[in-house]
């Protein structure tokens, strides 16, 4: 028996509760005193921030949600820790500067709500997502055009300079740059065309794999192995990576990852902005598979120190769900290894083009089974796997526990299972009677998980599972 598969579910979430005293005549009116809204809006200087302030004049039932949303800044475990406290009393540095005065009535105001959204319920956390999702979709207000320019080739051999201390000047890989009124920055220039994505994905490669080549030659690694050693070495790089300091959840996040000696590890809920941050990783995990710059939805990365072959990312058979994966060669032997991300159980399925055969997948899962978007999603994945190499392991959020029926079906027409049982792992705020084991790693063939269990947590609202997979004759 060996190889060991880590998947970390790093799910996106946090809303807020109602209050004796609304937000609207409480919290809401400190902040509008303290002009907060005159940096947190779409046009200010902290527009990239999470913190948006509602339109003024918005209706009070808006105001109350916005409030209510605000629990995606609190640290549920350590209120004091939170950025709601820290940031407006300039406990950690702010852009802004000291907004609520520490020790004065309106901190009393602020420290009263941030208590109230440690407490949110099931219900009113999933009220306070709703917000946050009509946000992200644009509700309210019209987002302005922002323009993301990437760097030039200059500004890419710098920055590989200051993070890997590499002076190979790598961007001279890159096809020409073109100039236009005199310049080479010049964003209606910036495209990305498909060949400077591929050179972009192949000097990654080629920088994270020289960064270690020979040990630590170049001093990347500020002290000797050990724990605290890791968490500077993330605080340190995440700084220049990010050129900001790492939030307290971005910070175990990345501990988490390191401190993993997996063969494997699986990472759903990432995007592209994890690219630099897990750069780190890469002298380690050379080899990795993702789906970004092929759909917009896809959220799901694989990172691997073995080779990757017969690459697998994106969705299966034009549909959902989405996979990133592909084969590799264990002690000698073929394996195909994919992780993916499924809908949430009660998504009732609909008629566009991602749900219309909904009905016919979830007849070939099972006879019977209620239609839904899982179903229907969990339906195509079986035929999909059926079709695959008989050697597999599928790791994910597939949001439903074993015992529900769609999974059930699923296991049984896949043939795939985890002996070693499970792993209460959602949501992580709870106390574990209260979790349900819906992240899972699953094998077949001869493969067999052979130990299972949540890791540490790190401040997602999924704990990650850790698997051990053997062989059987």
Known sequence: MNGRLLIIVLLLAAPVTPQERSFGSGLYQVLEKAACRSCHNPDGVASPTRLHFPEP???????????????????????????????????????????????????????????????????????ALK???????????????????????????HTVR??????????????????????????????????????YSAVAEQVARSAFRGGDTRGLIPCKPSAACRARFVREFGLKAFRRPLEIAEQKRYEALLASDADIIGLVEATPAWRPALQPLYAKYPYR??????????????????????????????????????????????????????????????????????????????????????????????????????????????????????QGAFRAKTGLDNQAGT???????VPWPLRLPIDHVLARGHLVVTRFEAGPRTDSDHFPVIAEIGWRD
Request: proline share 8%.
């Open 423 to 429: 792993a209460a792992s959602w949501p992580s705020f």
């Open 57 to 127: 004049g918005a209706a009070p039932e808006r105001i109350e949600a916005f409030g209510r949303s605000l629990v995606t800044l609190v640290d549920r475990a350590r209120p004091e820790s939170s950025l709601l406290w820290n940031k407006p009393t300039n406990r950690v540095p702010h852009a802004g500067g000291e907004r609520i005065k520490p020790g004065s009535p309106d901190e009393r105001v602020l420290e009263a709500w941030l208590h109230r959204l440690t407490k949110l319920s099931g219900l009113e956390l999933s009220l």
């Open 162 to 199: 200051d993070l890997l201390g590499d002076q190979t000047n790598p961007a001279r890989q890159f096809p020409p740059e073109d100039f236009v009124n005199g310049f080479r920055n010049q964003i209606q220039a910036q495209n990305l065309s498909p060949l400077l994505i591929e050179a």
């Open 131 to 157: 917000y946050r999702e009509g946000e992200a979709a644009g509700a309210g207000h019209v987002n302005p055009r922002a323009e993301v320019r990437r760097l030039t080739h200059s500004q890419y051999n």
């Open 289 to 406: 598979i993702d789906c970004f710059d092929l759909d917009p939805e896809c959220q799901t990365m694989l990172l691997s120190k073995l080779p990757i072959v017969n690459p697998i990312a994106g969705r299966v058979w034009k549909a959902t769900p989405i996979v990133a994966g592909g084969e590799i060669r264990w002690n000698g032997r073929p394996i195909t290894v994919l992780a993916t991300h499924w809908f949430r159980p009660l998504v009732r399925s609909d008629s566009s083009e991602w749900g219309a055969d909904d009905a016919e997948r979830s007849a070939y899962l099972a006879e019977g089974l209620p239609v839904s978007r899982q179903a229907g999603q969990a339906g195509l994945f079986a035929k999909y796997l059926n079709r695959a190499p008989q050697d597999l392991i599928v790791m994910g959020d597939l949001n439903s526990a074993p015992w529900s029926r769609v």
